[in-house]
């Protein structure tokens, strides 16, 4: 049996989200036409670790319309739909994941992949890459190269190129123009809303909404928050940062101050311990705590279970915890990725733009990663710009283009009268 998944009965279930999602990512629907006219990847097996939800699964289906032998898994134990696992594995395509995965389950399903020994990896957040250059080492010699979808990831990847272990090239898809300038921003800022609103059941207008890190993703938050009717405080390390958050017309201020003031809490900096013990000291009855970074240690959960004298599951992904001067803080999803351990993650026309990325930058490694150096690159200027030119005429809409005589003003260096 080369899948492992909760139940492949659950397919049929899977298969209608895949299909919801495909009427509306055109963009890689174009894509899937020229990779099934062309098989880029025949004969080569594509490795996948992204949040397995339907998006994700439509991807995976656009490799192998491509040709490519695709083996993929979840990249968060919560985010993992188990019909849509299901759906892929009754599609033929290997699947090792479910959703509430173990600790050594998440690991088991994570090495099974590699064990296929992938010609070209899809990382999302780095633990697939982190595998190979550690205990799965020996898998990596057939590695040609690989993307990385997340800011968290492409971090680490950086770190290792620094510390010259990386072992083959790697794609920062995260640091694209048509990733961080959709995905991080419109997309983070609407699926943490929407995965918060649907499980606390709680209006955001008139709220206090602290933001923990101002990035992209914090921005899409932030702006999302106001847009909601809530009052915004942004918290920040960089000075200038924090800067564009005052004149965003935010209010920016440290951690230490804004404990008090938040009724909900959002992190996402890729750091760990932004939220710890001395803020749940000051924090209100009824605060709410939920993270959008990728691991989920920006929220210290041990010292908020040391501090509590209870702790219950109150609603579905909400847990109750009991201070003993009476207040009640809760905690969403965990700590983990709010907007997919609690929701459907991005929206899919955002989707539609990332993993177009994705798909372009597999066969651009497959195509040139024997040539390059085992460094982090950005993803080509004419993948980039494919993709927004697809993407614009999918929304029936146009641009206007240079003439001729343009050109050589904008950039020849000799300007006439």
């Not at 049929?12 to 036409?33: A, F, T």
């Not at 955002?350 to 994705?358: E, G, K, N, T, V």
Request: hydrophobic share 40%; charged share 25%; aromatic share 6%.
């Amino acid at each position: 049996m080369n899948y492992i998944v909760r139940d492949i009965n659950l397919a049929p279930s899977g298969k209608l989200k895949i299909d919801w999602v495909k009427e509306h990512m055109p963009v890689l629907n174009q894509i899937r036409s020229e990779f099934e006219a062309t098989k880029p990847f025949k004969g080569v097996k594509v490795a996948v670790s992204i949040h397995l939800e339907a998006k994700t699964a439509y991807l995976a289906k656009v490799l192998k319309a491509g040709g490519a032998d695709v083996v993929i898994t979840g990249s968060n134990p919560l985010s993992t739909q188990d019909d849509v696992a299901a759906a892929l594995a009754a599609d033929g395509i290997q699947v090792y994941a479910w959703y509430n995965a173990t600790a050594e389950e998440y690991k088991e399903h994570l090495v099974k992949v590699l064990e296929t020994r992938p010609d070209v990896i899809i990382d999302d957040g780095g633990d697939l890459v982190n595998l190979l250059h550690n205990e799965c080492s020996h898998m990596a010699n057939q590695v040609i190269g690989g993307s990385e979808e997340t800011t968290t990831g492409v971090m680490r990847l950086e770190a290792m190129e620094k510390a010259n272990l990386l072992k083959f090239p790697m794609i920062a898809v995260n640091d694209a123009l048509c990733k961080y300038l959709f995905d991080n921003r419109y997309g983070t800022g609407e699926s943490v809303w929407t995965g918060i609103m649907r499980t606390t059941n709680l209006i955001v207008a008139g709220k206090t909404v602290v933001v923990a890190g101002y990035g992209w993703c914090g921005k899409g938050i932030a702006m999302k928050a106001k847009g909601l009717g809530a009052k915004v405080i942004v918290t920040e390390i960089d000075p200038i940062k924090a800067i564009e958050a005052h004149m965003d017309g935010f209010t920016a201020m440290s951690m230490d101050d804004a404990a008090a003031l938040g009724d909900v809490f959002i992190t996402v900096t890729g750091c760990k311990d932004v939220i710890r013990g001395k803020h749940y000291e000051n924090m209100k009855n009824g605060a709410l705590l939920a993270n959008a970074g990728h691991f989920d240690v920006e929220i210290n959960k041990p010292e908020l279970n040391e501090r509590s004298v209870g702790r219950r599951v109150v609603r579905q992904n909400i847990e109750e915890f009991a201070m003993p001067d009476g207040r009640k803080i809760y905690l969403l999803a965990e700590g983990r990725l709010v907007n997919l351990a609690a929701g459907d993650g991005h929206p899919a026309e955002i989707m539609d733009m990332s993993f177009a990325l994705q798909a372009l930058s597999a066969k651009y490694i497959l195509e040139n990663g024997k040539n390059l150096g085992n460094k982090v690159y950005k993803v080509a200027d004419e993948i980039d710009k494919k993709v927004a030119e697809i993407k614009l005429k999918s929304l029936g809409t146009g641009i206007d283009r240079l003439t001729p005589e343009q050109e050589q003003y904008l950039y020849g260096w000799q300007h006439g009268e």
